[in-house]
C-alpha cells in the first residue's frame, strides 16, 4: 500500500507547491490536492510542472458538475504536459448544497451524469473526436494534444451504484470515511461488481483523517464540531450509517504512533492499494503525524500497479 498525502489550499499558491515539494522529500509516493474553494488543484499541478519529479500528482477530486467534459479533457491533457505524464485525475460529482448554492446549478441524476460525462471525457483523453448527444451531456469535437498520453482517471464513490461504476468505467476509486472491514467488505466488492472479467485489479483509493496525539478525546470532540455539516451531506451519512457511525469524528484515527500505525496496516491487510493522508489536529500534531506517515517503512505489495514509493505492508 502506497501512501500519500492531501495538500490543502487556502495560502500562497508558492507555498503550495512548496508543500508537494516537501511531501516528495518527506517520502510520499503521491500528492492530492483539492477543490475546496481555494486554488484550482489541475492548475496548481501545472504550476508545479516538472518540480517534486518523482512524486506522483493526483486530483482528489475535481468536481463533474461544473465543468464541460471536452473542457476538462483540455485542460488534463495540458496538465499532463506540464507535469511530464504524472497525473492522476481524481473525479467526483461533489455534494447537492455545492452544486446548487455555490454554482447555482440542478443537482439532478448524479450517477447518470458521470456516466455521460465519461462518455466524452474518456475518448477525449485518447485524442479521440466524439459525437455524444445525451440526457445530460452533450459534447461534438475532440482534443488536439499531440504527444500526450491520458492519465488514469479515479471515481470519487460511496454507494453502490457509483462503486461499480468506478470499476467499469475508471482505473478504480476514491473514497472517504471508511473503516478497513468496510473497506473489504463493501468497497472493494462493490468496485469488483462493475469490473470486467480480465481487466487488471481497481485502485483502491482511501482518504484516512489522522492525527497522532496525546489527547484524542480533546481531538475528536473538536472534530466533531468541525465537520457536523460533513456528517450530513447523503454520501457521507451513507457510507457512515452503513458503518454504524454517529458522525464523521467516528472515522478519524487518533492516538499515539503505534495506534496510528496499527489501524493503517489494517487498511493494507482490507485492499486498499494507495492511502491518502488528511492530516488533523492542531499544527503540531498534524506535523508529527505528517512526519510518521512520511517515514513508514517501504515494503511491496503484488497487487499495487503503481510506479514504485513508500509503501506500508501487514
Given amino acids: 500500500m502506497r501512501i500519500g498525502l492531501s495538500i490543502a489550499g487556502g495560502r500562497p499558491l508558492p507555498d503550495v507547491l512548496t508543500a508537494i515539494e516537501d511531501a516528495g522529500a518527506a517520502g510520499?509516493?503521491?500528492?492530492?490536492?483539492?477543490?475546496?474553494?481555494?486554488?484550482?488543484?489541475?492548475?496548481?499541478?501545472s504550476a508545479l510542472g516538472g518540480r517534486a519529479p518523482d512524486?506522483?500528482?493526483?486530483?482528489?477530486?475535481?468536481?463533474?458538475?461544473?465543468?464541460?467534459?471536452?473542457?476538462?479533457?483540455?485542460?488534463?491533457?495540458?496538465?499532463?504536459?506540464?507535469?511530464?505524464?504524472?497525473?492522476?485525475?481524481?473525479?467526483?460529482?461533489?455534494?447537492?448544497?455545492v452544486v446548487e448554492s455555490r454554482y447555482g446549478l440542478r443537482w439532478d441524476r448524479p450517477a447518470d451524469r458521470v456516466r455521460e460525462f465519461l462518455d466524452v471525457l474518456t475518448p477525449a483523453l485518447r485524442g479521440e473526436d466524439v459525437d455524444v448527444a445525451g440526457?445530460?451531456?452533450?459534447?461534438?469535437?475532440?482534443?488536439?494534444?499531440?504527444?500526450?498520453?491520458?492519465?488514469?482517471?479515479?471515481?470519487?464513490?460511496?454507494?453502490?451504484?457509483?462503486?461499480?461504476?468506478?470499476?467499469e468505467r475508471t482505473a478504480g476509486v476514491i473514497t472517504l470515511w471508511a473503516r478497513p472491514e468496510y473497506v473489504a467488505d463493501f468497497v472493494v466488492p462493490g468496485v469488483d461488481a462493475g469490473r470486467a472479467v480480465g481487466s487488471p485489479p481497481a485502485r483502491i483509493v482511501v482518504g484516512l483523517n489522522a492525527a497522532v496525539t496525546a489527547d484524542p478525546d480533546t481531538l475528536l470532540a473538536d472534530a466533531a464540531e468541525h465537520f457536523a455539516l460533513g456528517s450530513t451531506m447523503p454520501?457521507?451519512?451513507?457510507?457512515?450509517?452503513?458503518q454504524g457511525a454517529g458522525g464523521i469524528e467516528d472515522?478519524?484515527?487518533?492516538?499515539?504512533?503505534?495506534?496510528?500505525?496499527?489501524?493503517?496496516?489494517?487498511?493494507?491487510?482490507?485492499?486498499?492499494t494507495d492511502l491518502i493522508l488528511f492530516p488533523t489536529g492542531s499544527p503540531a500534531e498534524r506535523e508529527r503525524t505528517v512526519a510518521l506517515f512520511g517515514g513508514l517503512v517501504p515494503a511491496t505489495r503484488p497487487h499495487v500497479r503503481r510506479p514504485a514509493g513508500p509503501t506500508v505492508s501487514s
Wanted: glycine fraction near 12%.
Fill in 235 to 242: 454520501s457521507y451519512r451513507g457510507t457512515l450509517d452503513r
Fill in 28 to 45: 510520499y509516493a503521491h500528492v492530492w490536492p483539492n477543490e475546496t474553494g481555494s486554488w484550482d488543484p489541475l492548475t496548481v499541478l
Fill in 55 to 97: 512524486v506522483e500528482l493526483g486530483t482528489a477530486v475535481v468536481a463533474t458538475f461544473p465543468r464541460h467534459p471536452l473542457a476538462l479533457a483540455a485542460q488534463v491533457l495540458t496538465t499532463q504536459a506540464a507535469t511530464g505524464g504524472r497525473l492522476t485525475l481524481g473525479l467526483g460529482t461533489s455534494h447537492p448544497w
Fill in 251 to 272: 472515522m478519524i484515527v487518533a492516538g499515539d504512533e503505534e495506534t496510528v500505525v496499527a489501524q493503517v496496516r489494517r487498511h493494507a491487510d482490507a485492499g486498499v
Fill in 135 to 167: 440526457t445530460t451531456v452533450g459534447a461534438r469535437g475532440g482534443v488536439d494534444a499531440p504527444g500526450v498520453e491520458p492519465p488514469p482517471v479515479l471515481l470519487a464513490a460511496h454507494g453502490p451504484r457509483m462503486l461499480a461504476l468506478a470499476g
